[in-house]
């Protein structure tokens, strides 16, 4: 354990009760035979700072499937991640527990969170941390078990970024490290649809703005903070392959939109201030983003990499620099995922634009001007040999399939999965009742002949198993893809 921090506190097993009675989520008690003694540590690896200190205010539990919710006995205080190494713990909290299975594991903060550097303190800013607390996913089965040592790795170096006026700002990531406790690969950013880390209720004059400005979009809000250290709700508003990023302060008032550029869209002024400021670094593909602020001024954010990492730097139209903050490379884009669908999909051979058949680049130009284009050989999960064409233009996605002869076999964008026929829905209900239907992942096909197939995106329940199924619009079944 080379200097390594732990943070550890005991659950030993029974009674819990809410910390407002008449505000239980929900009495329902799992009936198990024995009761478990849990510990669970809290283990931190290392990182330049002299101290990063969270205020731990309560410690929660969620029992089988999010039924019960259950603060427990909390021994709140100042917790300096940095002093609890070298076999050093301390308990957090305690309580007598009765649970088969629990699912979440969270960590509700105060307003007192620091990091100390050369002996000078700085606030920490933690979104969402003391609104719905720092939330740790389990998929732990506890029945007939007499103990168990839960291993949470809280990643400091990964979730400490200080920004470009020098605030520090915590993104935590945290991970189980027990493999019979992992709900997923502890690695993968991609599940941002179903995990509600973050995850915030918007004030009622937030909700009342977007039904106004944003009517038929579907949206997704979360707790984040802007790279000067502005704390923010952060609104995906989402209508088929569109997105549209928006931002507004704690009070509710809109600061920002943003839209999804190509990063050839950028002003001079800003690859200029770029090429000038950070020479040894260059601008990633598909990484930039169009910022319109509530005052009319326009930004735009990109992200920038070297040897070392990568960076994402904001600046204003004229090239002036705003703010910028370290990220990881899966860290810091709210549209990280957008290819993920497509990551099952592998690469057979490559082919270029300059392959296409002229009929094909005329097609395109005619009907696609201001998209680009990536291209694979594949196989359909039907067992069609095909070429894909997937297309992009910022902020529409279309896939184009072709037969090997080049003839165009079918056509697929984005589809709102509220929209699914009937049919489909109630079919999937028997045919994949485990299975829930992931958002914005669904894609309406069609077909040469005009005929409707749908293309959806499930995830088996308490599994990290994610499956595509085609179905035709009558909701007769076409294929799966794993």
Same mark, same amino acid.
């Given at each position: 354990?080379?200097?390594? !921090?732990?943070?550890?506190?005991?659950?030993?097993?029974?009674?819990?009760?809410?910390?407002?009675?008449?505000?239980?989520?929900?009495?329902?008690? @799992?009936?198990?035979?024995?009761?478990?003694?849990?510990? =669970?540590?809290?283990?931190?690896?290392?990182?330049?700072? $002299?101290?990063?200190?969270?205020?731990?205010?309560?410690? =929660?539990? !969620?029992?089988?499937?999010? &039924?019960?919710?259950? %603060?427990?006995? @909390?021994?709140?205080?100042?917790?300096?991640?940095?002093?609890?190494?070298?076999?050093?713990?301390?308990?957090?909290?305690?309580?007598?527990?009765?649970?088969?299975?629990?699912?979440?594991?969270?960590?509700?903060?105060? /307003?007192?969170?620091?990091?100390?550097?050369?002996?000078?303190?700085?606030?920490?800013?933690?979104?969402?941390?003391?609104?719905?607390?720092?939330?740790? !996913?389990?998929?732990?089965?506890?029945?007939? @078990?007499?103990?168990?040592?839960?291993?949470?790795?809280?990643?400091?170096?990964? #979730?400490?970024?200080?920004?470009?006026?020098?605030?520090?700002?915590?993104?935590?990531?945290?991970?189980?490290?027990?493999? $019979?406790?992992?709900?997923?690969?502890?690695? *993968?950013?991609?599940?941002?649809?179903?995990?509600?880390?973050?995850?915030?209720?918007? %004030?009622?004059?937030?909700? *009342?703005?977007?039904?106004?400005?944003?009517?038929?979009?579907?949206?997704?809000?979360?707790?984040?903070?802007?790279?000067?250290?502005?704390?923010?709700?952060?609104?995906?508003?989402?209508?088929?392959?569109?997105?549209?990023?928006? &931002?507004?302060?704690?009070?509710?008032?809109?600061?920002? #939109?943003?839209?999804?550029? $190509?990063?050839?869209?950028?002003?001079?002024?800003?690859?200029?201030?770029?090429?000038?400021?950070?020479?040894?670094?260059?601008?990633?593909?598909?990484?930039?983003?169009?910022?319109?602020?509530?005052?009319?001024?326009?930004?735009?954010?990109?992200?920038?990499?070297?040897?070392?990492?990568?960076?994402?730097?904001?600046?204003?139209?004229?090239?002036?620099?705003?703010?910028?903050?370290?990220?990881? $490379?899966?860290?810091?884009? /709210?549209?990280?995922?957008?290819?993920?669908?497509?990551?099952?999909?592998?690469?057979?051979?490559?082919?270029?634009?300059?392959?296409?058949?002229?009929?094909?680049?005329?097609?395109?130009?005619?009907?696609?001007?201001?998209?680009?284009?990536?291209?694979?050989?594949?196989?359909?999960?039907?067992? @069609?040999?095909?070429?894909?064409?997937?297309?992009?233009?910022? &902020?529409?996605?279309?896939?184009?399939?072709?037969?090997?002869?080049?003839?165009?076999?079918?056509?697929?964008?984005?589809?709102?999965?509220?929209?699914?026929?009937?049919?489909?829905?109630?079919?999937?209900?028997?045919?994949?009742?485990?299975?829930?239907?992931?958002?914005?992942?669904?894609?309406?096909?069609?077909?040469?002949?005009?005929?409707?197939?749908?293309?959806?995106?499930? !995830?088996?329940?308490?599994? &990290?198993?994610?499956?595509?199924?085609?179905?035709?619009?009558?909701?007769?079944?076409?294929?799966?893809?794993?």
């Amino acid at each position: 354990m080379n200097a390594r !921090k732990l943070l550890y506190f005991l659950l030993v097993p029974l009674v819990l009760v809410s910390c407002d009675p008449e505000a239980l989520i929900d009495e329902t008690t @799992t009936e198990i035979d024995a009761v478990t003694s849990l510990n =669970i540590r809290l283990t931190d690896a290392p990182i330049e700072l $002299d101290e990063v200190n969270i205020d731990l205010q309560q410690v =929660i539990i !969620k029992g089988p499937e999010g &039924s019960q919710e259950i %603060p427990l006995e @909390t021994n709140a205080g100042i917790y300096n991640l940095l002093d609890l190494q070298n076999g050093i713990d301390a308990l957090i909290a305690n309580a007598d527990l009765e649970l088969g299975q629990l699912t979440e594991v969270r960590l509700v903060l105060g /307003e007192n969170n620091t990091v100390v550097v050369e002996g000078e303190s700085f606030e920490l800013k933690i979104p969402s941390g003391s609104q719905s607390g720092l939330k740790i !996913k389990l998929c732990l089965d506890l029945t007939d @078990t007499p103990q168990y040592d839960l291993i949470l790795d809280f990643d400091a170096a990964q #979730s400490v970024h200080q920004t470009g006026n020098g605030k520090y700002i915590m993104k935590p990531v945290i991970r189980v490290m027990n493999p $019979d406790a992992q709900c997923a690969d502890e690695d *993968e950013e991609d599940e941002e649809e179903e995990d509600e880390s973050g995850k915030v209720e918007l %004030p009622e004059s937030v909700t *009342e703005w977007l039904d106004e400005n944003y009517e038929g979009y579907q949206f997704k809000a979360a707790a984040d903070t802007l790279c000067d250290g502005t704390e923010i709700y952060a609104v995906t508003a989402m209508k088929g392959s569109e997105k549209i990023y928006l &931002s507004f302060d704690l009070d509710g008032n809109f600061l920002q #939109s943003a839209v999804k550029i $190509d990063e050839t869209e950028l002003p001079e002024a800003v690859t200029t201030a770029i090429a000038e400021g950070y020479p040894d670094y260059t601008i990633s593909n598909n990484k930039s983003y169009k910022i319109e602020r509530a005052d009319a001024a326009v930004w735009f954010k990109t992200r920038i990499k070297n040897d070392a990492g990568y960076l994402e730097v904001t600046y204003t139209e004229d090239g002036t620099l705003v703010c910028g903050t370290e990220v990881s $490379d899966d860290d810091g884009d /709210e549209d990280e995922d957008e290819d993920g669908e497509e990551e099952e999909e592998e690469e057979d051979e490559e082919i270029t634009i300059d392959d296409l058949p002229e009929a094909v680049v005329d097609f395109l130009d005619e009907n696609y001007t201001d998209y680009e284009f990536t291209i694979d050989a594949q196989t359909f999960c039907d067992g @069609t040999e095909i070429y894909l064409l997937k297309g992009d233009n910022g &902020s529409n996605t279309i896939l184009l399939y072709f037969d090997l002869d080049w003839n165009l076999w079918q056509s697929a964008t984005w589809f709102d999965e509220a929209e699914l026929p009937t049919a489909i829905l109630e079919t999937l209900a028997v045919d994949y009742e485990d299975y829930k239907i992931m958002n914005n992942q669904t894609w309406e096909i069609v077909r040469a002949d005009s005929s409707l197939w749908y293309r959806v995106y499930l !995830k088996k329940n308490n599994s &990290s198993e994610k499956i595509y199924v085609i179905y035709a619009e009558d909701g007769t079944f076409i294929c799966q893809e794993e």
